[in-house]
């Protein structure tokens, strides 16, 4: 059974950096193409990043040039380099596969982003 763990969140000035985690079990990891989405208060979630298990790489008009996803296969994990945050990026932020094979999701990482 899939299990999705993400951690890094936290409240950060605007301009200021966070650096996200995910790690999965229950998958084999290296088949899947992953992804970073978010959720902003009262929107819906949306897809942001993902990464294929060779590298390829793709972002939302919204992060590109400031976000940048990686994974390590040996750790089954995920992860968010989120630099030159700006309040819009406020919001819990999830990742899964790209595209979805499940309905479940984890329970996230807050991110605010506030003076």
């Known amino acids: 059974q899939v299990q999705l763990v993400e951690s890094g969140g936290g409240l950060v000035q605007p301009g200021g950096s966070l650096r996200l985690s995910c790690t999965a079990s229950?998958?084999?990891?290296?088949?899947?193409?992953m992804g970073w989405y978010r959720q902003p208060p009262g929107k819906s979630r949306e897809l942001i990043a993902s990464?294929?298990?060779?590298?390829?790489?793709n972002y939302a008009d919204s992060v590109k040039g400031r976000f940048t996803i990686s994974r390590d296969n040996a750790k089954n994990t995920v992860y968010l380099q989120m630099n030159s945050l700006k309040s819009e990026d406020t919001a819990n932020y999830y990742c899964?596969?790209?595209?979805?094979?499940?309905?479940?999701w984890g329970q996230g990482t807050q991110v605010t982003v506030s003076s």
């Open positions: 899964n596969t790209h595209p979805l094979y499940t309905n479940y």
């Open positions: 229950g998958i084999t990891f290296t088949y899947y193409a």
């Open positions: 990464m294929t298990s060779g590298g390829r790489t």
